[in-house]
């Protein structure tokens, strides 16, 4: 390679970010470190982020920016990284802090080791409150006995790495153009997966703003199988090229703990299902978690939930474990059946349906409701979500559902006032609220 002009090329995608903009780029203009260029790849945003950029082009001539349509993350970074003539590569984000000494530590520290990726500290911050929290996942304890996986240390987090540029060009490492939400997974992946040498520097560099409602990791209920299809890009790459092939056991742990923990990410149990019913069928073999492959993977839990997924129906995998206790002895045999009237409401047209309540009465309304052709469940809520886990949630994402109708599902009425309040509270208008006492049948 050679020799060039800017010793590290800052690759930043905007997107609206008009409000942080100005503390993201003095953060970088007054860096220790001098030897750099910030390209910005303004991507279709319609507030002011357009005038900030070229403000600040005009009065620092290390700033350089590139306009285009909506693309996407992934495709802006692209569009930045064809531009960058940097030794060292660095994707950050519009929205977020960086320390002074940012460039400075991390270029010593590439450089000291000769490594081909840079793995550094970062923490987060509220984006409204500014309060600050660590965030260890970004660099786990333990790398100084390097195992080899560098997915036991580290996500794939796109901005909390320094990249040796030679290296990502001889691999032909780049972000995928397609429109996804995970679109920083395949880059990522394939920059740590193929390194020959990963370092580490154990300092926070990087304050990443979250909550932020504008951010694309905000938006996974939109495209629920993006990650599926990140991954089945990934093993399509690896299946292709024996020397990734000798590799494929880091890619299918990494795989499976994905799919399980990105899913939890979601938000409404319509989305949920929309993955499930993928993996259910072939979802499992197109990411390249056959079943002859298992003997891959590491953790056990894992591959217990992957059999329960493939065996079973939704309705069934949700309550695999309540039957077991059922079976024991340990849970009440009695089934609550969902009222005949509410029935007959729910049989008139194909309705739009949230259930709230995951009690006794919730689970078996649950499952009658999933059974019922003429409904589609849009969520499932309960105030006590955070004792109960997903896919049940908070109440208050009924505010932005579209919703005909909410079940509730408790035995006794005691409970309705305050619930039908709660429920008020957050949009859906009495008519749209359906009770009745629970028919018993033991």
């Not at 303004?42 to 350089?64: A, H, M, V």
């Not at 080899?148 to 790495?161: E, I, L, Q």
């Not at 194909?350 to 919730?362: F, T």
């Not at 019922?372 to 208050?396: A, L």
Request: charged fraction near 25%; aromatic fraction near 12%; glycine fraction near 4%.
């Amino acid at each position: 390679m050679e020799q060039t002009s800017k010793r590290v090329s800052i690759i930043i995608p905007v997107y609206n970010a008009a409000n942080y903009l100005e503390e993201s780029l003095n953060d970088l203009l007054n860096q220790t470190y001098d030897n750099f260029e910030i390209i910005c790849v303004n991507d279709g945003s319609t507030d002011d982020s357009q005038r900030i950029l070229e403000n600040y082009c005009k009065n620092d001539c290390r700033i350089r920016l590139i306009s285009q349509n909506n693309k996407g993350g992934g495709a802006a970074r692209n569009a930045g990284y064809d531009q960058a003539c940097g030794e060292y590569i660095l994707f950050l984000d519009a929205d977020d802090r960086f320390e002074r000494t940012l460039l400075e530590k991390a270029v010593s520290s590439i450089e000291s080791s000769g490594s081909d990726v840079l793995i550094f500290a970062a923490d987060e911050f509220h984006y409204a409150t500014k309060e600050k929290r660590p965030a260890p996942w970004l660099l786990q304890s333990g790398y100084e006995s390097y195992d080899g996986n560098p997915f036991h240390y580290t996500t794939t987090t796109v901005w909390n790495k320094l990249y040796r540029h030679a290296y990502l060009a001889t691999n032909n490492i780049r972000h995928q153009d397609e429109r996804v939400t995970a679109f920083s997974m395949y880059f990522t992946f394939f920059a740590l997966f193929c390194a020959s040498k990963i370092s580490f520097l154990d300092e926070v560099l990087v304050h990443y703003r979250s909550e932020n409602p504008n951010s694309s990791m905000r938006r996974h209920d939109n495209s629920p199988l993006d990650t599926i299809i990140v991954l089945e890009a990934i093993w399509n790459r690896i299946k292709s090229k024996e020397v990734l092939l000798a590799k494929k056991d880091i890619y299918l742990n990494f795989a499976i703990k994905n799919i399980f923990e990105r899913t939890g990410w979601f938000n409404t149990y319509e989305s949920f299902a929309q993955v499930y019913d993928v993996l259910h069928s072939d979802g499992f073999s197109r990411i390249g978690l056959a079943e002859e492959n298992d003997k891959y993977i590491e953790d056990e839990n894992w591959k217990i939930l992957k059999k329960e997924i493939c065996e079973n129906e939704l309705p069934e995998f949700l309550f695999i474990k309540e039957k077991k206790y059922k079976d024991r002895g340990v849970l009440t045999k009695t089934v609550y059946l969902l009222p005949y009237g509410i029935r007959q409401i729910l049989n008139r047209k194909h309705s739009r349906v949230a259930l709230y309540g995951a009690g006794m009465v919730g689970k078996c309304y649950f499952q009658q409701l999933q059974s019922m052709d003429s409904v589609k469940m849009i969520s499932w809520v309960d105030n006590k979500f955070g004792d109960i886990g997903f896919p049940v949630q908070s109440p208050e994402i009924l505010k932005n559902e579209n919703i005909d109708y909410v079940v509730i599902g408790v035995e006794h009425n005691r409970f309705l006032s305050e619930i039908r309040k709660r429920l008020e509270e957050n949009g859906i208008s009495k008519e749209k609220i359906l009770w009745k006492m629970p028919e018993k049948q033991l």
